[in-house]
């Protein structure tokens, strides 16, 4: 497939990873390189040494393009566009802050630079830094989270219809048809979160699988709406039990959310994740997941024309 994504990271499907903190390291990213997507090492850990390590696996396990996401509001290193550009990546995301911040800078390190909005204020804002493209992530996704949230269905269309740069959309995505519903409201790409944590290559516990396996539609929580940050996760007691509180919920401890995702402790953390848990129903291969999605993209876009496209 050859669009503006596809040309700009170098890849062969227009498909990116999201960057999960601790999540989202070289086994994981690099079955999604080598499946013809775009693999992202994340920074967020603020574990640098282990991301300089994980990004050197990356180099072994994979020949094939990859990216890293510097999520703003956790930089501890300032030098961490000097950091990037040693590594030898040339695809970064940007989010959770200004876009102001890191976009001259990592131009200047010739690094390509994808921002991620919540809604059209903060895409006009990307362009303005001058943004090479634009992750637009709807408020159904897993994560970090605008308080007033902005569905994809809304969102994408929107900023699709006021910026010029590719967009790649993010929320709700999982398979070829939702892939297919964001390229006709004018998206190039999408981004995998959810169901990359759901695969087999995930380096996470098999009852964080098992919990996004066993989700319904119904089943997240969005949590801290009336403060920052707010985010969405997967329904359990522990996050049910904090749902209804106006007050601010801090974040679970570090050794809590580490408890979670490598021991499978469901009671020591949130669990993070989106409303698209409910249409993912088995832990399947990365290569799988890639390869499928891109197959029913091609038989959605193919059945619409010919059912609806008008007579020459």
Not at 93 to 102: E, V
Not at 133 to 159: N, T, Y
Not at 178 to 191: C, I, K, N, R, T
């Amino acid at each position: 497939m050859l669009n503006r994504v596809t040309q700009l990271l170098g890849v062969e499907h227009p498909i990116v990873q999201a960057p999960m903190g601790y999540i989202a390291r070289a086994q994981l990213a690099s079955a999604v390189s080598n499946a013809g997507a775009l693999g992202i090492i994340e920074t967020s850990s603020g574990r640098l040494e282990e991301v300089r390590d994980e990004i050197a696996k990356m180099r072994d396990l994979t020949d094939k393009p990859f990216g890293v996401n510097i999520a703003q509001a956790f930089v501890r290193d300032l030098a961490i566009v000097e950091f990037v550009h040693d590594q030898g990546v040339r695809f970064a995301t940007t989010s959770a802050g200004d876009p102001h911040r890191f976009t001259d800078a990592l131009h200047e390190a010739g690094i390509t630079v994808f921002h991620v909005v919540p809604n059209l204020h903060s895409a006009l804002k990307a362009i303005d830094a001058g943004v090479d493209g634009i992750v637009a992530e709807g408020g159904e996704g897993g994560g970090f989270k605008s308080q007033r949230d902005v569905a994809s269905m809304v969102l994408l269309p929107l900023v699709c219809s006021q910026v010029d740069v590719p967009v790649i959309a993010a929320g709700g995505i999982c398979d070829g048809r939702s892939m297919a519903a964001a390229f006709a409201l004018g998206a190039e790409g999408v981004q995998m979160g959810t169901r990359m944590v759901s695969a087999a290559e995930s380096p996470v516990h098999d009852n964080y699988k098992g919990l996004i396996i066993s989700a319904a539609e119904t089943g997240t929580v969005m949590l801290n709406r009336f403060h920052k940050p707010g985010f969405r996760v997967l329904a359990t007691p522990y996050s049910e039990a904090r749902e209804e509180t106006t007050e601010q919920i801090p974040m679970a401890p570090l050794d809590g959310l580490l408890s979670l995702y490598f021991d499978g402790n469901l009671d020591a953390a949130f669990a993070f994740g989106g409303q698209v848990a409910g249409r993912i129903d088995e832990v399947r291969p990365v290569k799988e997941i890639i390869e499928q999605t891109i197959e029913e993209f091609h038989d959605t876009v193919r059945t619409l024309a010919a059912e609806y496209a008008e007579p020459a």
